[in-house]
Nanobody, 123 residues
Framework: QVQLVESGGGLVQAGGSLRLSCAASGLTFRTYAMGWFRQVPGKDREFVAAISWSGGSIYYADSVKGRFTISRDNAKNTVYLQMNILKPEDTADYYC????????????????WGQGTQVTVSS
């Protein structure tokens, strides 16, 4: 059974930082591309960042470019999202997802999803 478990969310002031983690089990992690998406209640889920199985290809949404960094540790079956210079508009539930294939910004191309972790940025 595939499980993706996010952690690291919380409340932070604008300008602060958080690091999200997503621990994967039940799959051959090193063969999966990983993505981070976020969703505000009442709105569609949106792409944040994605990384290929090797880490050689990385993509970011324009809204987070230069502030967020996605990385992975295949030995630990974990993907990370380092979030710096956080803004109130980054407030959302953050989800990690796994895709057997290349990194993608398209939500429907991902096979497995975590339950999400909440990030709240106060102004």
């Amino acid at each position: 059974q595939v499980q993706l478990v996010e952690s690291g969310g919380g409340l932070v002031q604008a300008g602060g930082s958080l690091r999200l983690s997503c621990a994967a089990s039940g799959l051959t992690f090193r063969t999966y591309a990983m993505g981070w998406f976020r969703q505000v209640p009442g709105k569609d889920r949106e792409f944040v960042a994605a990384i290929s199985w090797s880490g050689g290809s990385i993509y970011y949404a324009d809204s987070v470019k230069g502030r967020f960094t996605i990385s992975r540790d295949n030995a630990k079956n974990t993907v990370y999202l380092q979030m710096n210079i956080l803004k109130p508009e980054d407030t959302a539930d953050y989800y990690c997802a796994a895709r057997l294939g290349s990194a993608s910004s398209t939500e429907r191309q991902y096979n497995y999803w975590g339950q999400g972790t909440q990030v709240t940025v106060s102004s």
